[in-house]
């Protein structure tokens, strides 16, 4: 391996900002051929980096030269390896190396590949250029300036030209925020609304309706969820006690009776799930919650997330009869996913929820003392492919202590925060935030919500047993990474990251997700029909 560290010098007029691509050029010594490995492990041209776009992970993903560059402020897609003719990345989980051609520019390829064989001119603490083998031509900082060394004499003044109007500047991706919105007239609601009731009078119709314990539309009168029993693989629908009520959990109870309480002993390489069943075979027989029922018209309803479909890790469910408690006097069960156990659920085909940079709101509720520091105890909207897509392509409400992506670190608290898995990291803020100014939350019962439109996104949270909610962060969304505008893919998972992570661990009882970027006045009645229906109680 090579292990050469200097540092590209040129006049500050040659650094440009924002995104350069790269291409192939007539090698002519020119300055934006010339590249560096800096002492951070970064490859730096024209005093941008080398950077994996959004922190994708796939063959043909794109490779740019991005800035700033250097510093604290290197992030791991930046990082490189310097190999032989290659230029390995070094972000975790990505085999692949630099690849150039003509018509993609640069992207991620196989190391053996052709188009990834350069001849690496980098000698001591000199620049050098990547030189192509299989062309022999130059890896170029494509569109970057010439260097123009010897400045021409200035010409005669010319006579004052007459004025013109300036051109007008480039629309920023998100332009100053807008003065905000004249207060929307009170929301009158029947008697007996539920929260997709709510939010339908609010004008942010339900586009998925999940619950474990209640009814979430005052008129639903089917079922919602279902249960399998290991032990001969059949299901059985667990309903409601009434129309717009509560669940009848005596059917899970009478169902699953004399079947094993199931403690999970993890293998010794996630990579063993891989195409395994439903439980592994050292499971003794339980009940699993094998279906999630989606109570709005869309029919997003929420299954055991084959993986294998997509090249990936099969998941499990969770154990039907895990934890217990009561929601308004009735016995209820929830959804209890362990440290490490490869369980969730997911809709990759679904229909209605929001994509691209489309707004939305989503909520759940959750147990406030069940949570770790890892990804990702999730919620929300994902990608349909089952893996990192990049910033921006996935919108959910994540909950725990995992702050591994945030630019500053806390220095006097451990969480649990209420976050936003946008792909790529999970935030409580954009990259300023004082992360030791951020609320944790240490209710037994949680209340969580998110939403998102352009260039803005908002997290709330709080008791789900009393009072109000809190606005935790209401602003923009990290600068670095690419967040704008946002890409989202509208599939729905339920306990792991848009990638199919599965690390986090929750105690999840409802969730809903709404089209459009829902009223503080809608959130409040939301918050007040959650502690009316009495968690804990």
């Not at 339980?286 to 709005?296: H, P």
């Not at 469910?317 to 369980?343: E, I, L, M, R």
Request: charged share 15%; net charge negative; proline share 10%.
């Amino acid at each position: 391996m090579m292990n050469l560290f200097f540092c590209l010098v040129f006049l500050p007029s040659f650094i440009l900002a924002g995104d350069i691509a790269l291409n192939l050029t007539k090698c002519d010594s020119d300055a934006m051929q010339m590249f560096s490995l800096q002492s951070n492990n970064s490859i730096s041209c024209a005093g941008h980096c080398l950077d994996i776009f959004d922190f994708g992970k796939s063959l043909n993903n794109r490779v740019e030269l991005y800035s700033p560059c250097g510093g604290p402020s290197v992030k791991s897609n930046e990082f490189w390896t310097v190999k032989g003719s290659n230029i390995m990345s070094a972000q975790p989980g990505t085999p692949y190396c630099l690849g150039v051609n003509t018509q993609q520019g640069g992207y991620l390829e196989n190391c053996s590949a052709p188009n990834a064989q350069f001849t690496i001119s980098f000698s001591g603490a000199n620049d050098g250029t990547l030189v192509h083998k299989a062309t022999g031509l130059c890896v170029t900082a494509l569109g970057a300036p010439k260097p123009n060394p010897t400045p021409p004499s200035p010409p005669s003044p010319p006579s004052p030209p007459a004025p013109s109007p300036p051109s007008p500047s480039p629309s920023p991706v998100c332009p100053p925020p807008s003065l905000e919105p004249a207060p929307s007239p009170p929301i009158k609601l029947q008697e007996g609304a539920m929260p997709c009731d709510i939010y339908t009078t609010s004008g942010n119709p339900c586009v998925a309706a999940h619950s474990l314990v209640r009814a979430l539309y005052s008129s639903y009168n089917g079922p919602l969820y279902s249960v399998q029993r290991t032990a001969d693989n059949k299901t059985m629908n667990v309903t409601l006690l009434s129309p717009g009520g509560f669940v009848n959990a005596s059917i899970v109870d009478e169902f699953c009776r004399n079947t094993t309480q199931a403690k999970h002993v993890p293998p010794s390489k996630p990579s063993s799930f891989k195409n395994a069943p439903l439980i592994p075979p050292n499971w003794p027989p339980i009940c699993l919650i094998y279906q999630i029922f989606d109570q709005s018209p869309q029919g997003n309803h929420l299954t055991i997330y084959n993986a294998t479909v997509n090249g990936g890790s099969g998941d499990i469910g969770v154990n039907a009869t895990a934890y217990k408690t009561t929601v308004g006097g009735h016995p209820v069960y929830a959804a209890y996913f362990q440290d490490h156990a490869s369980q969730g659920y997911r809709n990759d085909n679904t229909t209605g929820i929001p994509v691209g940079a489309a707004p939305e709101s989503e909520y759940m509720v959750i147990r406030g003392d069940h949570y770790n520091d890892e990804c990702c105890f999730d919620y929300g909207n994902a990608e349909t492919t089952g893996r990192d897509n990049g910033a921006g392509t996935m919108e959910a409400i994540y909950f725990g202590s995992d702050t591994h992506w945030w630019i500053k670190k806390p220095t006097n608290g451990t969480g649990p925060w209420i976050m936003a898995d946008i792909e790529s990291g999970m935030y409580s803020g954009d990259d300023n935030i004082d992360p030791d100014k951020i609320p944790t939350i240490n209710y037994p019962f949680v209340t969580a919500m998110l939403k998102g439109k352009p260039c803005e996104f908002t997290l709330k949270g709080g008791n789900a047993q009393s009072g109000t909610l809190q606005k935790l962060y209401d602003g923009a969304r990290p600068q670095h990474g690419h967040y704008e505008p946002m890409k989202k893919q509208g599939a729905i998972i339920l306990g792991t990251g848009g990638d199919n992570s599965y690390m986090g661990v929750g105690t999840w009882f409802e969730g809903a997700i709404a089209t459009g970027y829902t009223s503080d006045d809608t959130e409040d009645l939301i918050q007040a029909n959650i502690v009316a229906a009495g968690f804990g109680n």
